[in-house]
């Protein structure tokens, strides 16, 4: 399975960081995502962890302008090679207007991975 995925990654030019975590190693991607909040406005940020900053973003921990806009959901994210490619397309994405991520959403996510988690434990 992760062969497939190694490769995606050195076509892609990707650096793979790996964290061991609870007996599980853990691929670290940096992603850039857009959140659509209850009001129906766009967040734009980015992180490693997609699914953590959900979370946190929806606890009422995450950024100050999602706090009192919750539930908030994930409607785009896409991976990025590097923490700083992830930071770039971040504010690439936020001088798009309205209309614009909403065509970027509206296109999908190809090539959208969520983190990959290997068991170390098996044989």
């Known amino acids: 399975m992760f062969e497939n995925f190694d490769l995606l990654c050195k076509k892609r030019n990707f650096k793979i960081n790996w964290k061991r975590k609870l007996g599980q190693e853990v691929i670290i991607l940096p992603y850039t995502y857009i959140l659509e ?3 129906s406005t766009y ?3 980015w992180t490693t ?5 959900l979370a946190v973003h929806n606890s009422g921990k995450g950024a100050r302008y999602t706090r009192a806009r919750r539930p908030v959901r994930l409607v785009y994210a896409e991976y990025q090679p590097t923490v700083s490619a992830a930071c770039k397309r971040e504010a690439a994405i936020k001088q798009l207007k309205r ?3 909403t065509v970027l959403i509206a296109n999908g996510n190809s090539g959208f ?4 988690v290997i068991n170390i434990s098996e044989p």
């Open 99 to 101: 209309e614009e991520k």
């Open 49 to 53: 962890d997609l699914s953590a900053r």
């Open 37 to 39: 909040c209850a009001d």
């Open 43 to 45: 967040y734009t940020g």
């Open 113 to 116: 991975v969520l983190n990959a």
